[in-house]
């Protein structure tokens, strides 16, 4: 696993794990890494230091701490169970796109029918959802290899 310091249009940094760098590439340049603040998909790697660990032995290379591969298998249990929230999510909700707030107050205010919706709401639109009583989530954007 590879920690990547990121950063998007809006200058916003954030940090996000990856598999190795080449898995970290395919990712950003899939679009498939959204900024946390904005939801921008063309964020790009931010300059930072690499982190250098003393070793006490030269010469010799060790196999990872089991709690590094645990995580690096946790974080592939999570991403792949992310992908099959957002797949169930895409297969039985209505896609209604940037009129999400919208919708979700037309439906909570009993203007239309309830039913399952998912879209795109920026994180001050999904804060003001929630201050009004409106029940909304946030589903990363994992994995997903059809766009």
């Given at each position: 696993m590879i920690l990547?310091?990121?950063s998007?249009?809006?200058?916003?940094?954030f940090e996000s794990w990856f598999r190795d760098s080449s898995a970290a590439d395919k990712l950003i340049k899939a679009g498939q890494v959204p900024c946390p603040v904005c939801g921008s998909t063309k964020v790009q790697k931010a300059p930072m230091a690499p982190r250098i660990a003393k070793s006490s032995t030269k010469g010799e290379l060790t196999a990872p701490p089991a709690k590094k591969t645990d995580l690096a298998a946790a974080m592939?249990?999570?991403a792949e169970a992310f992908t099959e929230l957002r797949e169930a999510i895409?297969?039985?909700?209505d896609h209604v796109g940037e009129k999400f707030p919208e919708e979700a107050r037309r439906i909570h205010y009993g203007e239309?029918?309830?039913?399952?919706?998912?879209?795109?709401a920026t994180p001050t639109e999904a804060q003001e959802?929630?201050?009004?009583?409106?029940e909304v989530y946030s589903i990363p954007r994992a994995r997903r290899t059809d766009s």
């Open positions: 990547y310091d990121l998007c249009p809006k200058d916003h940094g592939e249990k999570a895409e297969k039985n909700f239309t029918e309830p039913r399952g919706i998912y879209g795109d959802l929630l201050d009004e009583g409106i």
